[in-house]
């Protein structure tokens, strides 16, 4: 017999071994359910699964995105899965998606579509470049001689409550990037000698934001302006941005650009036209049983 168990903040820590480093960190979060199934005699997890629930506009309805599975075989991911569309049924949802990294993915693909998912090949919105490769940009080239505004400037040289201020322009814009617990993070939960803000007369006006995952990765958690001056503040933080990232590691860091909105894309054409997203299966169902 299996025994599923919710996966919270509260026991993450008895599990956290089997999930991968970099979700793991993230279970506890309000926008994260997680669960595993173990086996009910002697307790060995056989499989777990990590999903989001995101509601990206106002009008829109929540979606969950599955975003991480494992399984030990068949009869449990099966079991798991429709356990999984019970309790998103139960909270209202009415649509699931699910996706699944290209390595390793095929296997997970064919169960996926068995179970209802019309798993297809996509190029996903996560472009992955080294250090090295934004050092190089002409964009960056062309800035290495503009000394940087003073208005530009690193986390590490602002404050916690300086910093609280300008999040809350940001909740109250809607404008929270991937953060889409941006009122429960603190500075702390960001990369502190690399996120850049851009400050004016009415305090900070925009954010370029990074966390570092346990597995290296400076990902990009937020990016926004907040007035009119995004034209020059933009390319300002991001030029402040590579110049902390080689004063603190080196040229081939791993950063993780998500194009999940029109100004990350619009970002990421700008100054990586060559780049495309990692090769991802996507798909999607309605939630019944």
């Keep these: 017999m299996y025994q599923f168990i919710d ?4 026991n993450k820590r008895e599990y956290s071994l089997f999930f991968d480093a970099d979700i793991a960190e993230n279970i506890g979060r309000s926008f994260i359910r997680s669960m595993v199934v173990s086996d009910d005699e002697t307790g060995e997890v056989l499989a777990g699964v990590v999903w989001s629930i995101v509601q990206k506009e106002k009008k829109e309805k929540p979606i969950s995105t599955i975003i991480w599975i494992k399984h030990s075989g068949s009869d449990v991911f099966f079991r798991m899965i429709r356990a999984y569309l ?3 049924k139960s909270e209202g949802i009415r649509t699931t998606k699910a996706t699944l990294p290209l390595k390793d993915g095929k296997e997970q693909k064919a169960l996926f579509r068995e179970a209802g998912f019309n798993m297809k090949l996509f190029e996903s919105d996560v ?11 002409p964009f960056i080239k062309k800035l290495r001689n503009t000394p940087i505004p003073k208005g530009i400037m690193t986390l590490s040289q602002i404050s916690a409550r300086y910093f609280e201020k300008g999040v809350n ?3 109250k814009a809607g404008k929270t990037g991937l953060c889409h ?8 939960w960001f990369e502190d000698d690399v996120s850049c803000v ?6 900070i006006n925009g954010f370029f934001l990074f966390h570092k995952r346990p597995s290296g990765i400076i990902a990009v958690q937020l990016l926004t302006c907040l007035d009119n001056s995004y034209k020059t503040t933009i390319p300002l933080m991001m030029y402040r941005f590579v110049t902390a990232m080689e004063e603190k590691y080196g040229p081939d860091t791993r950063i993780e650009l998500d194009r999940h909105n029109e100004q990350a894309m619009l970002l990421s054409e700008r100054l990586l036209p060559r780049d495309i997203g990692r090769p991802v299966y996507l798909g999607s169902r309605g939630v019944f049983l």
Aim: proline share 0%; glycine share 6%; hydrophobic share 35%.
């Design 7 to 10: 996966v919270d903040k509260n």
């Design 169 to 171: 322009k940001c909740i």
């Design 86 to 88: 019970e309790k998103i």
């Design 127 to 137: 472009i992955i470049v080294r250090l090295s490769e934004l050092s190089d940009m």
């Design 181 to 188: 617990d941006l009122k429960d993070l603190s500075m702390a």
């Design 198 to 203: 851009s400050t004016g007369e009415n305090g």
